[in-house]
């Protein structure tokens, strides 16, 4: 068994270290206007590529326990989005094709367009309606112009550098954190019944 030269413990408290961050420098008005693009939703609607799509379908199973109308973009059983709905995009860059034409989509249809993101100043950014920047602490997106899709077929998503939070994994961390606080800021707004939500809880798994 081969020895960790650094503690396993030691990278959780760096990633810990770096939510906290996030936290206190995150820009309340943003966070505000994305709070209240919830609760002003007809219904909301999430997409993300990757491992920032699993991001936000745990955001969509939360707030479909809260009792809200939420869907994942391309499951089969999603209905058609329509004017007045809202869509919320997480994408650490921005700059995803496939996100970006959803976004564009939605926005045409007349919908609302909401970005969690590390890059404010991208494509998905310019198309929002609001925008979420949770920071981009490793300088990932900053270094790596390259859209998603050409990452994945260059293999440029393997890490061949930093041990520490490599390649978009501080992003998806923040985004789920970030998501994870807007339902406990709903539940305490709508005074939300737990014992309600364990009652939309899956029971045919």
Do not use: W
């Not at 991208?122 to 309606?129: L, P």
């Amino acid at each position: 068994m081969t020895d960790q030269a650094t503690p396993i413990s030691t990278y959780m408290l760096q990633m810990a270290e770096n939510i906290a961050a996030t936290a206190r420098s995150l820009n309340k008005k943003e966070a505000d206007v994305f709070f209240n693009e919830m609760l002003s939703a007809k219904r909301i609607y999430v997409t993300g590529a990757g491992r920032s799509g699993f991001v936000a379908k745990a955001f969509a199973m939360r707030l479909m326990h809260l009792g809200f109308d939420a869907y994942v973009v391309g499951e089969t059983v999603t209905p058609a989005f329509s004017n007045g709905d809202t869509l919320v995009a997480f994408s650490g860059s921005g700059e995803t094709n496939s996100v970006v034409d959803i976004c564009e989509i939605a926005k045409e249809i007349g919908g609302r367009v909401c970005l969690v993101t590390a890059a404010p100043a991208s494509r998905m950014g310019r198309i929002a309606d609001c925008v979420v920047d949770v920071g981009d602490l490793t300088g990932y997106y900053r270094k790596e112009g390259a859209t998603f899709e050409v990452r994945q077929i260059t293999g440029q998503y393997r890490s061949v550098t930093s041990a520490f939070a490599p390649l978009g994994t501080l992003f998806e961390t923040l985004a789920l954190v970030f998501s994870d606080a807007v339902i406990s800021a709903i539940m305490e707004v709508k005074k939300a019944d737990v014992n309600e939500m364990k009652g939309r809880l899956s029971n045919v798994q």
